[in-house]
């Protein structure tokens, strides 16, 4: 049975994480194979949106602390090291990355929600960073991302304390976007994905950019590269059409993504 699920339905990519006998804990091997699924996304072109979720009661669960545990700082900091760069590759990914997250979102499964662009959540979700319980900090974006979503100071709270909350409160502090039913999640997630892949596919893409571009930098270079993408925007076919479906007050718009 495969760890890691692909498939494709429309212009979206679905990853499902399957392996609910660790509650799809995060370990080298399981790493590479997130990698491989997100490489499937990333060569095709045909993709707009990818969806992460997983299966049952987790989303993940955190790291593989079996794993962790006889490992030297060194050879931490190296194991950890595909996780870190699987969370900065979704983050940077070409299309917009929606996590679906069904349940435990722990730890590494945290920073892996966190480095989607959007956050929804099942009622049964769980969220937290209790690395501070195991005795070591962090390793993959928890304590970079989260301060980014909810504020400094909640996320030195939760980062403190290592306590684990609800999806209503995680939603409360704008660590997730929406919580919906269980049954509801993956209808929801493909109904905005849709939602998404209707819109010009080189602006949504380069809208990513602009606000990850400005997260990280001072709003002048942030302003200079809306800037860019505006120009980058207004050369496209895909403009064309937009607009004048606008002035000629025409409904139907085929984006070709051109």
Known sequence: MS???YEKKGHVGIITLNNPAVLNALSCDFVAEIHEAVDEVEKDKDIFVCIITGVEKSFVAGADIKQMLPLSAVEAIEWNRGA???????????????????GFAL?????????????????KAKFGQPE???????????TQRLPRLVGA???????????????????????VNKVVAPEALMDEAMALADEICA??????????KCVNIGLQTDIASGLEYEQQ????CNSTEDKRIGMSAFVNKEKEKHFIYK
Do not use: H, W
Request: glycine share 14%.
């Open 107 to 123: 730890g590494g499964g945290c920073e892996l929600a966190m480095a989607c662009d959007i956050r929804i959540a099942s009622e």
């Open 132 to 142: 501070c319980g195991l005795g070591i900090t962090p390793g993959a974006g928890g």
């Open 199 to 208: 819109n010009a596919q080189i602006a949504v893409q380069e809208i990513k």
């Open 153 to 175: 100071g909640k996320a030195k709270e939760l980062l403190y304390t290592g306590r684990v909350i609800k999806a209503d409160e995680a939603c409360s502090i704008g660590l």
């Open 84 to 102: 870190a760069d699987l969370n900065t590759r979704l983050e940077n990914l070409r299309v917009p990355v929606i996590a679906a997250i069904n």
């Open 229 to 232: 993408a505006f120009g980058v």
């Open 3 to 5: 760890r890691v699920l």
